[in-house]
């Protein structure tokens, strides 16, 4: 079974690849977003569940990260469920968690001076 409506990832990758229009590695966004719809129900299901327990700017901070990392050519996958799964894996990690949320919560102290 696969998502046949837009889904999250979707949205991410095209976001990003907009905003990331002039670097290396922003087309490899694109196609990502273009295989998003095959990403099985499952794997997002599982992803949502990890995502819907953390704080939300941690995972945003992750997200934009991993964008990151791709559009300068640092990471690349097959699909997007190759994606899917491996930020799956990652939100495990309680070190990458821990990391994330504490980046968020510097950025915060330093948005308030």
Same mark, same amino acid.
């Given at each position: 079974?696969? @998502? %046949?409506?837009?889904? =999250? =990832? $979707? +949205? #991410?990758?095209?976001?990003?690849?907009? *905003? !990331?229009?002039?670097?290396?590695?922003?087309?490899? =966004?694109?196609?990502?977003? +273009? &295989?998003? *719809?095959?990403?099985?129900?499952?794997?997002?299901?599982?992803? &949502?569940? *990890?995502?819907?327990?953390?704080?939300?700017?941690? @995972?945003?901070?992750?997200?934009?990260?991993?964008?990151? $990392?791709?559009? /300068?050519?640092?990471?690349? #996958?097959? /699909?997007? %469920?190759?994606?899917?799964?491996?930020? /799956?894996?990652?939100? $495990?990690?309680?070190? =990458? @968690?821990?990391?994330? %949320?504490?980046? @968020?919560?510097? +950025?915060?102290?330093?948005? !308030?001076?």
């Amino acid at each position: 079974m696969h @998502v %046949t409506k837009p889904n =999250l =990832l $979707e +949205q #991410y990758f095209l976001h990003f690849a907009g *905003k !990331l229009a002039g670097a290396p590695g922003a087309a490899h =966004l694109a196609e990502l977003a +273009q &295989t998003a *719809k095959a990403i099985p129900v499952p794997v997002l299901a599982s992803l &949502t569940a *990890k995502m819907a327990r953390l704080n939300a700017r941690a @995972v945003n901070w992750t997200l934009a990260t991993l964008a990151e $990392e791709i559009a /300068d050519g640092c990471a690349h #996958y097959g /699909d997007a %469920t190759g994606f899917a799964r491996a930020l /799956d894996r990652d939100l $495990e990690w309680p070190e =990458l @968690v821990e990391l994330a %949320t504490a980046e @968020v919560q510097r +950025q915060e102290r330093g948005s !308030l001076h």
